[in-house]
Each structure stands twice: as structure tokens, then as C-alpha cells.
């Protein structure tokens, strides 16, 4: 009688083959794993021990781990590249606010009655509107102190970035008696996705913990 095909293989090669039934069979059958390796040896053509099955499966578990936490951490990263670049705009943006800068400003003196040629009201003869008659302009330096609403928005940005780095810990503000620091008001746009990214992070977390456990 000739032998099974799956006999000739090496224990690789057919722990491989056998990976995506045991994936199969406990995924989507909740087979237990002495039920899986029956399942096996009927489909595949020879014999396994449950402790066998029990070892293919926390491969697999293992392979999923780690390819879940390589996504989360890619998007991770991709996050905070981008509140990165927010920050080091908004610096920018802030330092820019602190420039001084020259305010040029007009005032202008009208009539409301027409003007003679020597310069003096004609009586009796008022005109639909107001009508200039000379202006003085004057330059004005300011020193703006900056802006204040951009550092808001940058505390904001470097709190999101925190909390990607799992740095989100209760701050306490010197300045409220030591109370659970609030942060500052939003003026921005929030990041695109970004609570989802945290909310994957965090439940990625919580499936490990899990899974330790067991």
C-alpha cells in the first residue's frame, strides 16, 4: 500500500500544512485540540498528539502578536510623525507671532460743506457726503508678546503625543493645589484618526494582559 503523501514530508513541512486546518478548526469550530488532531490525521493522514495541536496553536497565537503589534506600532509611528510636524509648525507659526512688525495708519479729515478757495465753508451750500480734504499717515512698531492660543494648541499636541508614547499619566498642575491637570482648550482641528490609533493601542494591550492570564 502506498504511504500517505503527507508521510514523506519533514516535520516543517508538515506542521506548516497543518498550521491552517489547526487555524481553521479553533477559529471558526471552536474544536477543542484532542478534537483537532482526530481532524488531522482523518484529513491529513497521520496521527498527532493533542499536546502536538496545543503547540501549533500558541505558534500561531505568537505569529499574531506579533504581526498586530508591528501594525499598531507602524500606525504608532505614523501618528506621531504626524504630531510631530503640528508641533514644529505651530512653533513656528508662534515665533512668527512674536515678530515686530510695522502698522501703518491713515487719518484723514473731511468737510461736510463745500470749500471756497480760500479755504473756508461755503454757507448754505451742505454736500450729500463727507469730503476729504487731506489725510496724515503715520507707522507704528509693535512687539506682540505672541500668541497665546498657538501655545494651547501646541500643549495640546504634545499631550496627544504623550499619550501615544503611554506617557498619559494624571499630571498634577502646580498652580491648582495639586489637582489633576485639565489642559488647555482646543483652537485646531483634532488629528485625523488618531483616537482611533490610541483606542487600538489600548485594546491591543488589554488582549495581551488577557491572554497572559489564561
Known amino acids: 500500500m502506498a504511504s500517505h503523501p503527507s508521510n514523506n514530508k519533514s516535520a516543517k513541512d508538515r506542521r506548516n500544512a497543518r498550521l491552517p486546518l489547526v487555524s481553521h478548526l479553533r477559529l471558526e469550530r471552536r474544536m477543542p485540540f484532542r478534537q483537532i488532531a482526530a481532524e488531522v490525521e482523518r484529513q491529513l493522514g497521520y496521527s498527532v ?82 469730503v476729504p480734504l487731506e489725510s496724515e499717515t503715520s507707522s507704528v512698531t509693535e512687539e506682540p508678546v505672541g500668541d497665546v492660543r498657538i501655545l494651547a494648541e501646541i500643549r495640546k499636541w504634545e499631550e496627544r503625543r504623550d499619550k501615544l508614547l503611554g506617557l498619559d499619566k494624571v499630571q498634577v498642575d502646580i498652580t491648582s493645589g495639586g489637582k489633576e491637570f485639565k489642559g488647555f482648550s482646543s483652537v485646531l482641528p483634532v488629528v485625523p484618526g488618531i483616537d482611533e490609533i490610541v483606542r487600538r493601542i489600548d485594546e491591543e494591550r488589554e488582549r495581551k494582559l488577557s491572554e497572559e492570564d489564561e
Open 49 to 130: 498528539t493533542p499536546k502536538t495541536i496545543k503547540t501549533d496553536w500558541d505558534l500561531l497565537v505568537s505569529e499574531w502578536r506579533a504581526e498586530a503589534a508591528s501594525n499598531t506600532q507602524q500606525a504608532c509611528d505614523e501618528a506621531l510623525m504626524e504630531c510631530d510636524r503640528a508641533i514644529a509648525e505651530l512653533w513656528r507659526l508662534y515665533e512668527a507671532s512674536k515678530q515686530k512688525r510695522v502698522v501703518k495708519r491713515a487719518k484723514v479729515r473731511t468737510a461736510l460743506v463745500d470749500i471756497n478757495t480760500f479755504g473756508n465753508p461755503v454757507v448754505g451750500k451742505p454736500l450729500d457726503a463727507p
